[in-house]
T-cell receptor, first 113, second 108 residues
């Protein structure tokens, strides 16, 4: 079974703090993704990576950066957290082949005060 | 980008009822997934179905790619089926497009 894990289930941070969200997958997938989910706005893609040290902007990259130093790990970084970044963050991974089914982690519910 | 329209937006059922959820999408797609998001926010993979028909227990799905729609059938619904169902088309390099989903509530 594919397993995608995220470092925290719930996180509370203060405005201006630097925040790291970690995601690890155990299926040797090439592609990894970060989404945020907000009521009424659905899931939106922040960044994705199709290889180690490679990254591509998604639909809403502003205020975020990412890091992928190892194939199994993809980090989302909020350089200076703001209240409008309070959200549910979901990580996913997939192969780069024909069957590129995405598998999601359990999510991190981040609150920025 | 691809537009996704799911219907109905909300569905309330009694336990044991059957239902059909529909998804229309605006363009050709390379892949299509159905997910169930449970009340704790976890997205659970139901089907990877760019075309054809698949069945898994009480659930089955059909995608007619040439007509740009997909259907999810739920038979003998249970309270644990409650949650949000997403039909999610994707591109060849894996970018998914999420719509608003169908909110399903199953009462005992």
């Amino acid at each position: 079974d594919v397993k995608v894990t995220q470092s925290s289930r719930y996180l509370v941070k203060r405005t201006g703090e630097k925040v790291f969200l970690e995601c690890v997958q155990d299926m040797d997938h090439e592609n990894m993704f970060w989404y945020r989910q907000d009521p009424g706005l659905g899931l939106r893609l922040i960044y994705f990576s199709y290889d180690v040290k490679m990254k591509e902007k998604g639909d809403i990259p502003e205020g975020y950066s990412v890091s992928r130093e190892k194939k199994e790990r993809f980090s989302l970084i909020l350089e200076s957290a703001s209240t409008n970044q309070t959200s549910m963050y979901l990580c996913a991974s997939s192969t780069s082949g024909t069957n590129n089914e995405q598998f999601f982690g359990p999510g991190t519910r981040l609150t920025v005060l | 980008g691809i537009q996704v329209e799911q219907s109905p937006p909300d569905l309330i059922l009694q336990e044991g009822a059957n239902s059909t959820l529909r998804c229309n999408f605006s363009d050709s797609v390379n892949n299509l997934q159905w997910f169930h998001q449970n009340p704790w926010g976890q997205l659970i993979n139901l089907f990877y179905i760019p075309s054809g028909t698949k069945q898994n227990g009480r659930l089955s799905a059909t995608t007619v790619a040439t007509e740009r729609y997909s259907l999810l059938y739920i038979s003998s619904s249970q309270t644990t089926d409650s949650g949000v169902y997403f039909c999610v088309p994707g591109t060849s390099y894996g970018k998914l497009t999420f719509g608003q989903g169908t909110i399903l509530t199953v009462h005992p």
